[in-house]
Nanobody, 126 residues
Framework: QVNLVESGGGSVQAGGPLRLSCAAS????????MGWFRQAPGKEREWVAG???????RYEDSVKGRFTISQNNARNTLYLQMNSLKPEDTAMYYC????????????????????WGQGTQVTVSS
C-alpha cells in the first residue's frame, strides 16, 4: 500500500554533514506520521525524529540541535539533514510512516508507524 525508499547514506568524517532522503509512493494520503529510526549493531532500533501531519517535529535528545527533519509540500518525500555528525551516530537509518492513531500522535513511538523502508547505512569515522 505504501512503499518507502531511503537514499543518501554513506561514510563521512566526524563533524561533517549528510542529508538522507525518503521517497514515498502508494496511498500516501492515509499517512499522518513520518519519521526516522536507526539501529546500530548490538542495539535495539531507536527513534530519531518524527514529523506529524500538522507539521510539528520532535527529536531524540542526542540529535536535537544537530538534525532537522522536513518534508516537501506534497508529503511524498521525507528528509533528514544531519550536521555535526558524531561516531555514535553510526547506524542503519530507516524511514518510517504511519496512519492517524487515536486522533493524532507524537510520532515518536514504534506503535505509531506501520510502513518501513529498507534502510540506508550511515558510518561516521573519527
Amino acid at each position: 500500500q505504501v512503499n518507502l525508499v531511503e537514499s543518501g547514506g554513506g561514510s563521512v568524517q566526524a563533524g561533517g554533514p549528510l542529508r538522507l532522503s525518503c521517497a514515498a509512493s502508494g496511498y500516501t494520503g492515509s499517512l499522518y506520521c513520518m519519521g526516522w529510526f536507526r539501529q546500530a549493531p548490538g542495539k535495539e532500533r531507536e527513534w530519531v525524529a518524527g514529523i506529524a501531519g500538522d507539521g510539528s517535529t520532535r527529536y531524540e535528545d542526542s540529535v536535537k540541535g544537530r538534525f532537522t527533519i522536513s518534508q516537501n509540500n506534497a508529503r511524498n518525500t521525507l528528509y533528514l539533514q544531519m550536521n555535526s555528525l558524531k561516531p555514535e551516530d553510526t547506524a542503519m537509518y530507516y524511514c518510517a510512516a504511519g496512519p492517524m492513531w487515536l486522533g493524532g500522535g507524537t510520532c515518536r513511538w514504534l506503535y505509531e508507524y506501520k510502513y518501513w523502508g529498507q534502510g540506508t547505512q550511515v558510518t561516521v569515522s573519527s
